[in-house]
C-alpha cells in the first residue's frame, strides 16, 4: 500500500507539493516511483522530505483532505517506508473508526503560519475555488491605497495568494509597483514568498534596486536571508551568484540567519569559489561549531553537492579553520558510523 494508491482507492484525486525548501508541485511519476522506492526524493531537506498532500472528490465540492507528512530518508535520500507505512496503518484505523480518537497520525507536522499560508493558496487553485477575503486587501495595501504604514490589519493569507497568483490580476505589476515602498515586516514576508516562484526580469530588477537601498540604509540578518530566499529562483543565474557573492561580503556575512537562507534556498549556486566564500563565512559563524555542522550536514544531502564540497576542501585557498572544522565534522560522521555498526 501507498498514499497515492490509498487515495486512489477511495476515488478521490490527489496533489503532492514539496514542502521543504520551497513549495512546488510534485510530479505524478515522481511521487509514485519515490514511494515506490525507485527514486529518491530529488531535494531533501533535513533528512527529510516534507510534503503537503491535497486530495479531493471533484463530485464532492467543498470537501477535501490535507495531509502533512514530513517522511524519513536514508542516507541515498530513498523513502523509509516503515513510517510512511506507520502512517497508512494509523489513516486506515480512521476510515474503519472515524468517531474513535486515535491521536496524531505518524509523519504529521504542522507547518509554520507562512508555508501554511501559501499552501492554502495553492489549495484554493487547485480546488478552482474563489480566493479568500484577505486577498482584496493585500491587493489594495499593495497598490499603496491604504498607506504604506498601514500594515498591521494585513494577513499573511492575502501576501501569499498575491504571489500564488502572480500571473494574474496584474500581481506581478502590482508587486513590481510596491516593493521598493513596502516597510520591513510586510516586505521580508512578501519576500519569503517570492522563494515559490521564479520572478521574471523586471520584477528581479525591482528586488534588485531594494535590496541595494536596504544595504545603503543599514541591512538587518533578517532583510538579507529574506532578499536571499526571494532571489533564489530567479532565472538569471549570473544574476543569482553576483548577489549572494555580495552577501557574503556584508557586514552580516556570518549572521547564521542569513548563511541558512542561502544554503537552504541558494545551494544549486554554491560552487567552485562561491562555495569556499560561503563555508568560510560558515566557519565562522555567530553560533558556532553546531550551526556549521548542521548547515554542512544538510548541504551533503543534495544532489551534486559532496563532489563539489570535496573540490573545494582541496582548493590551496581554503582557511586552516575550515580545514579543522571539516576534518572534525568527518570524524564524528565516522565515529556515529561506527557506534552503530
Known amino acids: 500500500m ?13 496533489k503532492v507539493f514539496d514542502m521543504g525548501r520551497r513549495i512546488e508541485e510534485v510530479p505524478a511519476e515522481l511521487f509514485d516511483s519515490f514511494e515506490h522506492l525507485a527514486k529518491p526524493w530529488p531535494v531533501p531537506y533535513l ?28 542516507e541515498q535520500n530513498v523513502l523509509q517506508p516503515g ?49 479568500t477575503r484577505y486577498y482584496a486587501t493585500a491587493r489594495a495595501y499593495l497598490s499603496g491605497d491604504m498607506g504604506w504604514d498601514n500594515w498591521q490589519q494585513l494577513g499573511l493569507q492575502g501576501l501569499a495568494e498575491v504571489v500564488a497568483g502572480i500571473a494574474e490580476d496584474h500581481n506581478n505589476d502590482l508587486l513590481r509597483q510596491a516593493v ?4 520591513a515586516v510586510p516586505r521580508n514576508a512578501l519576500l519569503g514568498f517570492l522563494e515559490n516562484v521564479a520572478p521574471d526580469q523586471r520584477l528581479t530588477t525591482v528586488l534588485n534596486d531594494a535590496l541595494s537601498a536596504v544595504v545603503s540604509a543599514g541591512a538587518t540578518a533578517a532583510d538579507l ?15 543569482r551568484v553576483l548577489l549572494l557573492q555580495a552577501m ?7 549572521s547564521v540567519e542569513l548563511l541558512a537562507a542561502i544554503g537552504s534556498r541558494c545551494w544549486a549556486d554554491l560552487r567552485g569559489n562561491l562555495l569556499l566564500n560561503y563555508l568560510e563565512c560558515l566557519v565562522r559563524n555567530e553560533q558556532g561549531e553546531g550551526a556549521f555542522n548542521a548547515l554542512v550536514a544538510d548541504l551533503l544531502t ?20 575550515l580545514s579543522e572544522a571539516v576534518n572534525k565534522l568527518f570524524a564524528a560522521a565516522r565515529g556515529q558510523s561506527g557506534e552503530l555498526q
Open 2 to 14: 501507498t498514499i497515492g494508491k490509498l487515495v486512489a482507492e477511495s476515488g478521490a484525486r490527489m
Open 225 to 239: 536571508a529574506a532578499f536571499a530566499r526571494a532571489l533564489s529562483h530567479v532565472s538569471n543565474a549570473d544574476q
Open 180 to 183: 521598493p515602498h513596502l516597510p
Open 47 to 74: 533528512k527529510h522530505a516534507w510534503l503537503g498532500v491535497l486530495s479531493w472528490k471533484p463530485e464532492e465540492p467543498g470537501k477535501h483532505n490535507i495531509w502533512f507528512l514530513k517522511l524519513p530518508l536514508d
Open 248 to 254: 557574503l561580503q556584508h557586514p552580516q556575512h556570518h
Open 83 to 131: 513510517p510512511r507505512d506507520a502512517f497508512l496503518q494509523h489513516w486506515l484505523k480512521v476510515v474503519a473508526s472515524p468517531d474513535q480518537d486515535f491521536g496524531d497520525a505518524p509523519c504529521s507536522y504542522r507547518p509554520d503560519a507562512g508555508r501554511m499560508a501559501y499552501f492554502h493558496a495553492l489549495a484554493l487553485q487547485t480546488l478552482e475555488q474563489k480566493p
Open 302 to 321: 543534495l544532489p551534486g553537492m559532496r563532489p563539489q564540497f570535496m573540490a573545494v576542501l582541496g582548493s590551496p585557498e581554503r582557511s586552516e579553520a
